[in-house]
């Protein structure tokens, strides 16, 4: 059954507040919790909200799904959130976001290899205005590019694009709606996250009642909330779609860096702004489907005439 037009509109308004909840972590992280700590932020974002939406679902994982579930929950979470964050620690201003990006441009050659679609020129054109656009809003040309944090930044992108194809192309289970899917990637991909936290920061750090209301915040809202928007998007929209929405999140960042930090936007940063919001809107145009021609009958001499049975003749 087609979607109509405004039930479309709907559901990527509704999966657009995913990237916009995600360009809130800037400030949440800078302003409410403890330095130095990207893994154990990592951690508190996904294991909390997956244990919190698999309570709510009360549906775990059968046959198959349960790999499946390991293997989206590493791509969409596990292996994402520390690669980002690294990224983010390493790389000078923005840079991570620009390379973050290009998600899009990653999708559409991995829906091709994947699901089958084959990009379109307009999509292509579309993907490198929203990465130029960004590029604008958030590139600074101080300080020396970092190979590890560059390396990092391009891995966490490739690893989101991935998951997000391969959600698409394996779906859902049957009778299973996105509350339980999501929950088993949080839940996977937080206990992927757990030893390498300990391993490498050591143990949790005290926390406030500010950092402790940060944390809650990325749990609920940032995390359950948005993921289950997001992987809900996934199931009823292109995964070209959905991944145009991306560029939203960095542009969230800059607005709120704006209105509530106190930095400064050039002319510069808004045609950038501009530019990649437009390109947002763009992808998600899908491509126009020629109209089907009615059945014309053929003319009354063409008709064939029925048989007429021959009779015998009479003894």
């Given amino acids: 059954m087609a979607t109509s037009r405004p039930a479309l509109i709907t559901v990527t308004a509704l999966t657009a507040l995913a990237p916009v909840s995600w360009g809130t972590t800037y400030a949440v992280t800078t302003e409410f919790l403890p330095p130095d700590r990207p893994l154990f932020t990592g951690l508190m974002r996904a294991l909390p909200a997956g244990l919190l939406l698999l309570a709510l679902a009360r549906v775990l994982p059968r046959g198959a799904w349960w790999w499946k579930s390991v293997v ?53 054109l579309t993907g490198f205005a929203a990465a130029f656009g960004v590029s604008l809003v958030v590139l600074q040309a101080a300080g020396a590019l970092d190979v590890l944090g560059v390396l990092a930044a391009f891995a966490s992108t490739a690893s989101m694009s991935t998951g997000t194809v391969l959600t698409k192309r394996w779906g859902r289970p049957e009778g299973v709606g996105p509350l339980a899917l999501t929950g088993w990637q949080l839940t996977a991909g937080g206990l992927l996250i757990a030893p390498l936290a300990v391993l490498v920061e050591g143990p949790p750090p005290a926390l406030d009642g500010r950092a402790a209301g940060g944390y809650l ?36 960042a800059a607005v709120i860096g704006w209105a509530a930090l106190g930095q400064a936007l050039t002319p510069v940063q808004l045609a950038g702004m501009a530019l990649a919001f437009g390109a947002t809107v763009a992808g998600q145009i899908g491509p126009r489907r020629k109209p089907s021609l009615p059945l014309i009958p053929p003319p009354r001499s063409a008709r064939p005439r029925p048989s007429r049975a021959v009779r015998a003749p009479s003894p």
Avoid: K
Wanted: positive net charge.
């Fill in 72 to 124: 989206l929950g590493a791509l969409n979470i596990g292996a994402f959130f520390p690669l980002l964050f690294l990224s983010a620690y390493r790389l000078p201003g923005g840079m991570a976001a620009v390379v973050g990006s290009v998600g899009p441009l990653f999708v559409v050659g991995l829906s091709a290899l994947l699901l089958g679609q084959r990009p379109s020129a307009r999509t292509l």
């Fill in 217 to 252: 915040y990325l749990a609920v809202a940032n995390t359950a909330i948005a993921y289950w928007l997001w992987f809900r998007g996934i199931g009823r929209l292109t995964a070209t779609q959905v991944t145009f929405l991306g560029p939203l999140s960095p542009l969230t």
